[in-house]
């Protein structure tokens, strides 16, 4: 016989305002096997759940429904107080009375009928609940790192740092990301690589972390605790366990003139190269697409100028597969493309160029050595213009978003070209001055108090040439005038954009993301690393637009949750699992396909001598993630799902 | 020698030779104008066969009679292009492996028989067929009728029709898709479909039919004819049909290696449903 103990929650006013709780109370009390009906202002609090449980041992209960807010809320909470109580932890449900009645209603009679509507449901629901025990699972103590960025590197670090193995996978040749083609960095000046290479190198020569670059992650598959993750290594055509790095191959490279992507365009590269000089690994690749002896058969100097025969041309790209208990999501952004800008006039003139131009020319280890110059003469320029949020902010052409780091980036630039370039004069075009940030106000004030950058309000409608010049011209809007800039050189502060195959890589792993392509959060405040996918973190500018500081805070976050992950042998998951009934399965494998989480195989049954008779599906619970969408394919209704079983929702409906 | 005859030689071959252990083919109904099915296990019983302009019906629905192919033996079946395409999406889902059927396949155009090449199913190609096929221009023009419904109108139609329902299952016994061993409606604990024919109970069973067959209809019709009551059970086959070729750009039945349409997934497909 059951016994049920109801329990409706006012949450202060929240529920009590809407819905009239006593009516409520009085209904549950004469519905049948409800055994006590209580009600409470804050039954979430101490003295609500010391209520629940007296009652639980009071009147033997054998069932117990919260009528309060959603299970996402509380539900854990009374879980817990059902067990301490002596009561599986499953036999508990929450009847949604606020997100669902109380919050979404404006009539309070109408508010109260649903409230008792929704709690018989539950009651009913609660009286076939079964007791169901916590399933363990092992977990695989080794992370998967995707991107070498700085964000990449210090989650690595971390987790290395704490003991565990960490695969660290970067796409390009070297790690480094973003942050090693930059200057110096807001709001301190320290020159980017100079902070940055330490970790590169303390990652590479870490015992815990292999690093994996010029590879990539091809597809994931598993759970929490327990994924498979393929990594493809592309062909590097340099024998990584030989090359020294002496760069002699480098050097003999017939093929010089590419552009280099590390600098922009601004640089040129060989066929083989390092991207950088303190790429790490320091091992060059060859980039097949422009070898010499890949387009014509003929060449091979590289090969001829290696005194330890580390080039092979025969190399063939590898896919191997890992296991791992978690993953940590770093692959960085890309800058927008400014062409859609045509009245700026980029790629239309040499001397509009974007800020990670810029960081290049300013860069001492960049193509100028350090030395501003204009791209199309190399002179220096006398006069530079900068344009704030060009992309940034912009509906109609660029991203509605805010890149968060361009306000502070274009301070730098026009203070760098002050230091290196006494005398000139920068002018700076903004919408507002964005600088929140420890140390990031008195940075912006430095550049305009100290280094004379001048700030002009409002936009700019156009760039065109005129005698060598570039006149820039758009309008003050404190002045309330339209102003003309003669300038030498104009940089573009560019958007900030999600990697340009994010939302095909989210759909890889499994993870979601937003319009534009950044990574979703499990909870936008509360749960800023984690995603919708257990055991699949995020960090860096993936998720948002970021700069290095909150990059690197929050790549400790995310190991923090990997950490946190690995405390255990096993993990302990949710018992709410599909079965499948062997005796009514068809075979179809519809539900095999249709299982996002690859949790159902082909089970054969044999008779007493080894005979098939048949082969049905099976439900392994240690993949299953309970999402019912077997159970929704199951023509024969052959599955059932733990704690939402057909008699179960079947009940709920009928009290309805 | 007529197509009848050269299929009862074929059939007697096949069963002498021991290739196939039955034949599934028609014979002599019980009116002039009817066949029923008959089973043929010896080449004597072989000899009976009918085959002309009135074997209409799908025989694939033999196919998956519980225990008939378990022992890998072999059964040769007498087919239209739609019992083909029926054996099509059986194979897809498991129910048949292509091997242990032998099609000996042929053709009806208005009152001419031809016999169709081949004889496993790896040999018919239908996706064109499949993809051009129009059903009958009665079934056309009633679809057309319903479409230019209001939702009322078209209501007050279905309502007509299935308070008809007697729930005698024969629409369920005569399809081939519907292989599962226990139906959904036989299911009483707990009880989604109300076994009653009363006019809620006929809605849930037949939609629920619809539902089941939507993406898996080989179109043959034998729903439609099997009806004692006349419900046109053809145009709700032929709407969620249509309905899955425009969402899904599926086509149930053009090969055999298909997935089924409502539990797959493409990389490209629309998201807008999900918040």
Request: charged share 25%; with cysteine; proline share 5%.
């Amino acid at each position: 016989m059951a016994k049920i103990g109801v329990f409706v929650c006012h949450c202060g006013e929240n529920i009590a305002s809407m819905v009239d709780t006593g009516t409520l109370v009085k209904a549950m009390s004469d519905h049948p096997g409800v055994a006590i009906c209580n009600e409470y202002k804050y039954f979430c609090s101490d003295p609500g759940q010391e209520t629940v449980k007296r009652a639980i041992r009071e009147h033997n209960l054998t069932g117990v429904v919260v009528a309060a807010c959603s299970p996402r809320m509380h539900e854990t909470t009374f879980r817990k107080a059902c067990a301490e109580a002596g009561l599986n932890p499953y036999m508990l449900e929450l009847a949604n009375i606020r997100e669902q009645c109380s919050w979404v209603h404006s009539e309070k009679n109408q508010a109260t009928s649903k409230a008792i509507e929704i709690t018989r449901s539950l009651v009913e629901k609660v009286k076939r609940n079964n007791e169901l025990k916590p399933i363990s699972v092992p977990v695989t103590r080794r992370a998967l790192v995707i991107g070498g960025g700085i964000a990449g590197i210090q989650a690595a670090l971390d987790i290395a740092g704490a003991g565990r193995e960490v695969v660290l996978v970067e796409r390009e040749p070297s790690i480094g990301g973003h942050m090693s083609q930059l200057s110096e960095t807001f709001p301190t000046l320290d020159c980017s690589q100079c902070i940055l290479t330490p970790r590169m190198v303390e990652a590479i020569q870490h015992p815990k972390i292999t690093v994996m670059t010029y590879s990539e992650v091809e597809e994931v598959e598993g759970y929490i605790g327990n994924f498979t993750a393929k990594i493809r290594k592309k062909a590097r055509y340099v024998d990584m366990s030989k090359c020294t790095g002496c760069g002699d191959c480098i050097q003999k490279c017939p093929v010089k003139k590419i552009p280099s992507e590390f600098e922009c365009g601004l640089g040129k590269r060989t066929a083989i190269y390092t991207p950088f000089a303190q790429a790490v690994p320091n091992v060059p690749v060859i980039d097949k697409s422009r070898c010499t002896y890949f387009k014509n058969g003929k060449c091979k100097i590289c090969e001829k100028s290696c005194q330890i025969d580390a080039i092979d041309f025969e190399q063939q790209e590898s896919v191997e597969t890992f296991e791992f208990g978690a993953i940590v999501v770093a692959t960085g952004f890309q800058i927008q493309d400014t062409s859609v800008y045509g009245e700026y006039g980029y790629g239309k003139y040499k001397d509009v160029i974007t800020g990670l131009h810029f960081e290049r020319l300013a860069s001492a280890s960049g193509p100028t050595a350090g030395k501003i110059q204009r791209p199309s003469d190399g002179k220096e320029p006398e006069t530079v213009v900068f344009i704030q949020c060009a992309g940034s902010r912009d509906p109609s052409k660029g991203v509605k978003y805010c890149s968060k780091i361009c306000c502070m980036y274009t301070a730098k630039h026009a203070m760098l070209y002050t230091h290196k370039h006494h005398g000139s004069n920068s002018k700076i075009f903004y919408m507002d001055i964005r600088a929140a940030g420890k140390g990031y106000d008195e940075f912006t004030r430095r550049a305009i108090e100290e280094d004379g950058a001048d700030y002009l309000r409002g936009r700019v409608s156009k760039v065109f040439e005129e005698n060598g010049k570039l006149i820039v011209r758009g309008v003050d809007t404190l002045l309330g005038k339209p102003v003309e800039v003669a300038a030498d050189m104009v940089v573009l502060a560019t958007a900030m954009t999600p990697q340009p195959d994010a939302k095909q890589f989210a759909k890889r792993i499994g993870i979601g993301y937003d319009e534009y392509g950044f990574y979703n959060e499990a909870h936008l405040k509360l749960r800023p690393v984690e995603t919708a996918k257990a055991g699949i973190y995020l960090c860096g500018a993936c998720q948002s637009p970021k700069d290095i500081p909150d990059s690197v805070a929050q790549a400790s976050a995310a190991a923090a949750k990997v950490l946190g992950l690995f405390s255990r042998e096993q993990l302990e998951r949710e018992p709410v699992v599909a079965a499948v009934g062997e005796t009514t399965c068809a075979g179809c494998w519809g539900c095999v396909y249709a299982c996002p989480y690859n949790a159902i195989e082909k089970k054969d049954i044999t008779d007493r001598n080894g005979n098939l008779i048949k082969q049905v599906a099976s439900v392994n619970p240690g993949l299953c993630q309970g999402c019912g969408t077997c159970v929704t394919f199951c023509r024969s209704n052959s599955i059932d799902l733990a704690g939402f079983t057909e008699k179960q929702i079947f009940a709920e409906v009928m009290a309805l | 020698m007529g197509i009848q005859e050269q299929y009862r030689s074929e059939a007697a071959a096949l069963l002498s030779s021991g290739e196939v252990k039955l034949v599934i083919g028609f014979g002599e109904g019980s009116t002039a104008d009817r066949r029923r099915p008959l089973f043929a296990r010896t080449p004597e019983e072989a000899q009976k066969f009918v085959l002309d302009a009135a074997c209409i019906a799908n025989l694939s629905t033999y196919l998956v009679t519980e225990g008939l192919l378990s022992d890998g033996k072999k059964v040769a079946v007498f087919l239209k292009p739609d019992g083909i395409r029926s054996v099509n999406i059986l194979i897809s889902e498991a129910q048949l492996k292509p091997d242990q059927v032998v099609i000996l396949g042929y053709a009806i155009d208005k009152a001419e028989i031809t016999a169709l090449e081949g004889r496993n199913i790896s040999d018919f190609s239908l996706g064109e067929e499949i993809r051009s096929h129009t059903p009958p221009p009665h079934i056309l023009q009633e679809a057309e009728r319903i479409e230019e419904m209001n939702p009322a109108e078209r209501f007050e139609f279905w309502k007509a029709h299935f308070s008809k329902c007697i729930k005698c299952y024969a629409c369920r016994q005569v399809c081939p898709m519907c292989y599962c061993r226990r139906c959904i409606v036989d299911v009483n604990q707990p009880q989604w479909v109300s076994t009653s024919s009363h006019t809620l109970g006929n809605f849930e069973w037949n939609i629920v039919r619809a539902f089941h067959l939507a993406g898996r209809c080989a179109a043959c019709g034998a729903c439609d004819r099997a009806c004692p009551v006349n419900i046109p059970l053809r145009l709700v086959n032929y709407r969620m049909g249509k309905e899955v070729i425009d969402a899904f750009d599926y086509c149930a039945g053009e090969n055999s290696s298909q997935k089924p349409v409502l539990a797959s997934f493409k990389q490209d497909d629309p998201e807008t449903f999900i918040l």
